[in-house]
């Protein structure tokens, strides 16, 4: 059996692993595992400007590709760097390997430079965390660490490495490791029986498509499964695309922040909800009492604690949601043959039909620019193929409500922590993982100034993307939040630039910093001009390679619809009155038309 570093011996299995592309910064305690991968040559690494920025980034990454992205530093400041990634990533059950560099285990209890013990701070953001003192336990961890990420409910991992292990010698043969299985649950034919007789015993029934479809790569399988029993189904925020937002059983998203008008209608229409690798979480529900009133629920998730976690459903089952999807197919088909399966067309042509109404209002001509008309504008000028990246704010809502998405993996969203400064970096493993593909991203002008620096990575590694900033100089969701308190209080970042009167009073120059970063940038101030805008960014991200920013200057204050439960949330615009209010909608605005409850 060959000698070599630990170090070589993790490049080896990170390799067969399937985890090739990393992000992060060197320091002297990693430096070891650096040597080893500029030695072997087998992993792809992107230098970042923040840790934290390389956390995020190897989250987007995962979450792009379904890889497993690496994230790597030293274990003091860089490893507590990465500590608000490993939240984003647990909270949306994402697979991500952080790795970070120790002091020597001899010093560990001496409060020596920079030793933290970053794995007791990670745990309770992280599927599995551990410091390995011993070299020889080296490749056992790292199987481990691979195995629970991809077991059950997906989730990160962090191995932390006291330099002395990472350059001890062990034995070892990468042709005798292999991968350890991953254990997922699956629904048995049974269970997939008493689904199918509920389900079957209701005259409207709805699926809700979480995030866990998307993980499981079952997509297809949801589509399939909607066309077989002729139903509609309606994504949550983490399952987007799931089914395409153009097919004709897609119901629109449900909640009380990111959803569409006539998906809240549907659902408050229905009798039965399917519930599928979704965590029924509280800005897709709303008051629950609004929410299960008059329906019957059956849940399918992958982590048996979910399962009853915030309401207890007619049935639970702990299940893989591809998993599911395949075995209750299954039987949904045998029943078809056999004439058992109720003729659910009324119902999902009254779904259909609800799209047609009830549009927002998004043809505005203000300036400043309505922040409504950005997005009617991005569907004109994005086509079908575009991934769209966003985390937090009144941008990502608003985006949610009015943007359109064409299947899995084409909305990056950091839907439960929401953390600012996700968004830029996050693109930049975005951009790692879908290479030569339309990337946009999302920001208000403060997710955009937390992370900025991140740009300059875009600019160094030839990552181009388009990263729209809707900037109304305003913590916009947090001053809408305050309007039950009568006050604006510290949400406002306007003032007037002394280097950028052009400005005008709305604070920081982001073209100016977006050009000193690398990149390009176009500030759109008529919305007369936005087609343009995306247009001449789109042009300066084939010509350089680089991140180009489009500043959109919105009004001020813009607020944006939302309420408490799925009945009675609040619109503060109007409602499109003719499909020109409208024009980018799915299904043009049908005047008049009323669809039966």
């Known amino acids: ?60 990454y995962s979450r792009a590709t379904g890889n497993i992205g690496l994230c790597l530093g030293t274990s003091g400041p860089a490893g507590t760097d990465m500590i608000t990634g490993l939240y984003a990533a647990i909270a949306d059950s994402i697979p991500m390997l952080c790795i970070t560099g120790q002091a020597p285990t001899n010093v560990l209890h001496k409060e020596d430079f920079q030793a933290v013990d970053i794995e007791s701070i990670a745990k309770p953001v992280t599927k599995f965390a551990a410091t390995i003192l011993e070299p020889g336990l080296v490749p056992g961890y790292f199987a481990k660490a691979f195995q629970v990420m991809r077991s059950g409910r997906p989730g990160p991992a962090l191995l932390d490495l006291p330099i002395n292990v990472q350059l001890a010698e062990i034995d070892f043969d990468i042709d005798a490791y292999e991968p350890l299985p991953v254990v997922k649950a699956a629904a048995t034919r049974g269970q997939a029986e008493k689904v199918i007789d509920l389900l079957t015993a209701h005259e409207r029934p709805i699926i809700i498509a979480g995030g866990g479809i998307i993980n499981a790569n079952a997509s297809d399988k949801l589509v399939e499964l909607a066309e077989e029993l002729n139903i509609p189904v309606s994504p949550t925020l983490m399952g987007w695309g799931a089914i395409p937002d153009n097919h004709r059983l897609q119901a629109g998203m449900v909640g009380i922040q990111t959803h569409t008008k006539y998906g809240n209608e549907t659902f408050l229409a229905s009798d039965f909800v399917l519930g599928i690798g979704n965590r029924w979480a509280n800005r897709h529900t709303g008051g629950l009492d609004v929410y299960r009133a008059g329906r019957k629920f059956v849940h399918v998730d992958i982590e048996s604690t979910q399962i009853g976690r915030v309401f207890s459903p007619d049935l639970g089952i702990v299940s893989d949601a ?41 043809n505005f001509d203000n300036v400043p620019i309505k922040p409504q008309r950005v997005y009617q504008e991005m569907n004109a000028a994005f086509g079908e193929d575009t991934t769209y990246v966003s985390t937090i704010g009144l941008s990502q809502i608003a985006g949610a ?79 809408q939040s305050q309007r039950p308190f009568e006050m604006d209080y510290h949400v406002s970042l306007a003032f007037d630039n002394i280097n950028s009167p052009e400005t005008n009073g709305y604070g920081v120059d982001h ?10 940038a176009v500030r759109v101030q008529d919305p007369a001009k936005l087609a343009e805008g995306f247009a001449e960014a789109g042009r300066l991200a084939a010509e350089h390679q680089v991140p180009v920013v489009v500043e959109v200057i919105l009004e001020r204050v813009t607020n944006i619809a939302m309420g408490a439960q799925l009945d009675a949330v609040n619109e503060f615009e109007d409602l499109a009155l003719s499909p020109a209010d409208a024009p980018t909608a799915l299904v043009p605005l049908n005047i008049g038309e009323k669809v039966n409850a």
Not at 4 to 19: C, N, P, S
Not at 322 to 334: I, K, P
Not at 511 to 520: I, M, Q
């Open 322 to 362: 591809g998993a599911f999807l395949e075995v209750v197919l299954e039987v949904v088909r045998e029943r078809k043959a056999a004439g058992s399966i109720p003729d659910y067309s009324v119902w999902a042509d009254e779904s259909t039909a609800r799209k047609g109404t009830n549009h927002r209002k998004t």
């Open 401 to 479: 409500q009015m943007l359109h998405v064409f299947g899995p993996r084409k909305w990056i969203n950091a839907g439960q922590a929401g953390p600012l400064g996700w968004t830029g970096p996050a693109a930049l493993g975005v951009v790692r993982g879908k290479p030569g593909e339309t990337v946009v991203a999302l920001s208000g002008d403060y997710d955009f100034q937390f992370m900025i620096e991140e740009l300059a990575v875009g600019a160094q590694f030839k990552l181009p993307y388009i990263h729209v900033v809707v900037n109304n100089s305003y913590l916009g969701l947090i001053r």
């Open 511 to 520: 073209v100016k910093v977006a050009e000193g970063l690398g990149c390009k």
């Open 1 to 60: 059996m060959a000698k070599m570093r630990a170090v070589d011996a993790i490049v080896l299995i990170l390799e067969k692993e399937g985890a090739t592309e990393a992000f992060g910064l060197p320091g002297a305690a990693i430096n070891p595992l650096y040597s080893a991968m500029k030695q072997h040559g087998g992993i792809n690494h992107t230098l970042h400007r923040h840790v934290e920025g390389a956390s995020h980034a190897a989250d987007g």
